[in-house]
């Protein structure tokens, strides 16, 4: 496995978030969070990146162990998170923001080489390169904060609800750049959602939280098509 | 009038420069730093020891004062903010912390230097008149040197990467750590660049006003105008700040010899902030 957390337990103050969570990814693989708000899914990726501490679990990334480390250690192994509430830097402009997101990277020539790969892949920032990014839309604000990820040229990226708070043609638009960083660029992918229909089509796995445990784990494509675990886990709205 | 005018501009750069260092602080690590016109005095007394003392060349000396301030600035954030913010639940611990700092240094400058206003040998002599404008030489340099480190301040912070991560991390520290600054190394630069501003702005001034232990409270309290009306936290609004309360300083020099000056400002001020109580340019870097 390229990642893997085990056993993970995270807590605020005395209320426990995660109890005992599990999760893998093999190295190409889209996986999907999948959970009802409160469920612990942002909390999976913040442990993930350092930002809260674990109470206990181990989490390998690459065969070695991670949790030890810092969150600017572990961006610099290749994981980089697009987080929850699209946290563009509102004061700077489009080309800023994803110039922040090579931070770490020194080799001039494959930054434009990422940035031209970036603009590629959502024509809409190139239009917007010079704007000040907190005057965009909340879908272009989200399409700035995935290409911000790339721009790292991640080996793990993790998306926090990319379809949260966005319109229904960005969603699309989202989706199949997702599906295209995955098999072009072969990043491996965490996705976090509740936009659980538009998750499970196009990832590989699955795993569904329900307050602070795993209940349910396999294919994407199977859980999909499972008629109980809609009712039961989804709310009904798969497809 | 013209002679207002020239005074206006003459105080009003060199605030702006004294503000851009409070700025910083206050939106990289929401400090409102009280110490910081004693960190402009201690610049101006490095300068008074290197330059009035050792008789170097001035420029040593400012050299001597913006390096001696940035390493107080890395000190005060190693030693003291970051110990205390790590710890504390409040905001006011670290308002009680500068206030601290800004009496430990009053009290280290009265010891090494005592309570006498020193002045040292002006840098560039002479008068330029134009058209009934007198120009001093000495004032023309200060204003050149603001206006230089101002802008080389602005530009530092735009176009370079050390710049835009302070940038990221006033805006949203946890996602600038997402992209990699290690915001506590970052912390440390912003400390040391904004007491060096403020040590600078000290060192240039000495050669024309002096300096003495006792005035960093009433630089500081004058920054906090600065900064409020001009907006805490954005570069933009030191710079207007600073420049209002010069111009304003200096109309109030020329109407009210007496001393009203200060009275009507906050009084003004009072007026301003309620009607808009950001500041003109809002909150933001
Ligand atoms: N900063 C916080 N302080 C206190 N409780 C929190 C905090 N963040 C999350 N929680 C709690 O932890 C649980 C899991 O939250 P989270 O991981 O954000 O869920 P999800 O991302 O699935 O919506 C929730 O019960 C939430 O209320
Ligand atoms: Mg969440």
């Known amino acids: ?239 | 009038m013209g002679q207002v005018l020239f005074n206006g501009i003459y105080t009003g750069v060199q605030y702006s420069l004294i503000a851009l260092g409070l700025t910083l602080i206050f939106s990289l690590m929401n400090v409102l730093n009280f110490a910081h016109g004693q960190l402009y005095v201690l610049g101006g007394f490095v300068t008074y020891y290197v330059y009035g003392g050792m008789k170097l060349p001035f420029f040593v000396a400012l050299l001597a004062s913006a390096l001696t301030l940035a390493a107080v600035g890395c000190l005060f954030q190693i030693f003291l903010f970051r110990r205390v913010m790590r710890r504390s639940v409040r905001e006011e611990s670290s308002m009680l912390l500068s206030a601290g700092t800004a009496m430990m240094i009053e009290s280290l400058v009265l010891i090494f230097f005592g309570e006498k206003h020193r002045g040292v040998p002006a840098v560039v002599s002479g008068v330029y008149e134009l058209g009934g404008v007198f120009i001093p030489r000495g004032r023309l340099l200060v204003i050149g040197l603001s206006f230089l480190f101002i802008v080389a301040f602005i530009l530092f912070m735009r176009y370079t990467k050390p710049g835009r991560a302070l940038r990221a991390m006033a805006q949203d520290p946890e996602t600038a750590s997402l992209m990699g600054v290690n915001t506590a190394r970052y912390a440390i630069l912003g400390w040391a660049l904004a007491a060096m501003l403020a040590g600078m702005a000290g060192a240039i001034l000495v050669p024309i006003s002096g300096v003495n232990s006792g005035l960093g409270n009433w630089i500081s309290i004058k920054t906090f105008i600065m900064i409020m009306t001009g907006g805490a936290g954005a570069i933009s609004g030191a710079i207007a700040g600073g420049l209002a309360l010069g111009m304003v300083e200096s109309l109030g020099y020329h109407f009210f010899p007496g001393g009203e000056t200060y009275l009507i400002i906050f009084i003004g001020l009072i007026a301003f902030l309620a009607v808009r109580p950001n500041g003109l340019m809002g909150k933001a870097v």
């Not at chain 1, 708000?37 to 909390?43: D, E, V």
């Not at chain 1, 990146?49 to 600017?72: M, N």
């Not at chain 1, 795993?207 to 009904?236: C, F, M, P, Q, W």
Request: one cysteine or more; hydrophobic letters at 45%.
């Open chain 1, 1 to 239: 496995m390229y990642l893997e957390a085990r056993d993970l337990h995270v807590a605020y103050d005395c209320v426990m978030a995660l109890r005992g969570v599990s999760v893998a990814l093999d190295r190409g693989e889209i996986v999907t969070l999948i959970g009802a708000n409160g469920a612990g899914k942002t909390s999976i990726l913040r442990a993930i990146t350092a930002l809260k501490p674990l109470e206990s679990g181990s989490i390998l990334f690459d065969g070695e162990p991670i949790d030890r480390l810092s969150t600017v250690e572990i961006v610099a192994r290749g994981i980089v998170m697009a987080p929850e509430g699209r946290h563009v830097f509102p004061l700077m402009t489009v080309k800023d923001n994803l110039m922040m997101g090579a931070f770490l990277r020194k080799d001039r020539a494959g930054i434009a080489e990422s940035l031209d790969m970036v603009l590629a892949l959502f024509p809409r920032l190139r239009e917007r390169i010079a704007q000040t990014a907190g005057t965009m839309s909340g879908g272009e604000q989200q399409m700035l904060v995935i290409g911000r990820g790339l721009m790292a040229k991640p080996r793990l990226l993790l998306l926090d609800e990319p379809s949260l708070g966005v319109a229904p043609i960005f969603v699309q638009e989202i989706a199949r750049a997702i599906v295209d960083i995955n098999r072009e660029e072969k990043v491996s992918i965490i996705l976090v959602e509740q936009n659980s229909r538009m998750a499970l089509k196009i990832s590989h796995r699955a795993y569904v939280l329900v307050t602070g445990k795993i209940v349910l784990e396999g294919n994407s494509s199977a859980i999909r098509r499972d008629e109980r675990v809609r009712h039961a886990y989804l709310g009904g709205n798969v497809e």
